[in-house]
């Protein structure tokens, strides 16, 4: 196996290189786990963030950075967009994404009592890795759906295309391979 160094937050990981397709690869970044590197993203992105009264995340990857940012930053509440609609949701905000990690469509759910607690505030939306954007995208459609504004996008890594992007914060930029594990970008 072939892997990415990357050097983030201070801190060096070894990414392995993984297939998406049979002709692009990503470096595989799991922060889930990591507390260490949880920490440290958490409070370089803290430095860089708009005003905010909640962040909100998707599930999974997501849920360690928008804690430990909610944690350092004295937040009492975050918010995750679910993939399965849970028991105890009394109503729901649904959206569909397509991610470049998850085979096919996938939907995030937010329930109703989280959609009104977020009507009117100002939310930063928070992610791992920033790549096509269609993750951020259904995180943007259901806060705008609640009634949020949303005042921010950060990750800590933007990949591919979405290191061009003006319109997020990111710490680090992450290329796209090759079946060899050659940089193609």
Same mark, same amino acid.
Do not use: M, R
């Given at each position: 196996m072939k892997y990415y160094h990357l050097n983030v937050a201070g801190l060096e990981r070894d990414l392995p290189i993984c297939p998406v397709t049979d002709t692009l690869y990503i470096a595989g970044f799991v922060i889930v786990g990591d507390a260490e590197l949880s920490a440290a993203c958490a409070s370089e992105l803290l430095k860089k963030a708009p005003e %905010?009264? %909640? =962040?909100?995340? /998707? @599930? /999974?990857?997501? =849920?360690p950075l928008a804690h430990e940012m909610a944690r350092q930053n004295g937040d009492r509440r975050y918010v995750t967009a679910r993939k399965k609609k849970k028991a105890y949701m009394t109503g729901?905000? @649904?959206v569909t994404v397509n991610s470049i990690t998850t085979a096919g469509e996938q939907k995030l759910y937010l329930d109703t009592a989280e959609a009104e607690m977020m009507k009117g505030k100002r939310i930063l939306i928070v992610d791992d890795v920033i790549s096509t954007g269609e993750s951020l995208l259904a995180l943007e459609k259901l806060a705008q759906a609640t009634g949020g504004e949303v005042v921010g996008k950060m990750a800590i890594l933007a990949e591919g295309d979405a290191r061009n992007r003006d319109d997020i914060i990111y710490l680090e930029g992450l290329p796209l391979f090759n079946a060899n594990g050659e940089i193609i970008d």
């Open positions: %905010y009264d %909640y =962040i909100l995340t /998707a @599930e /999974a990857k997501g =849920i729901v905000f @649904e």
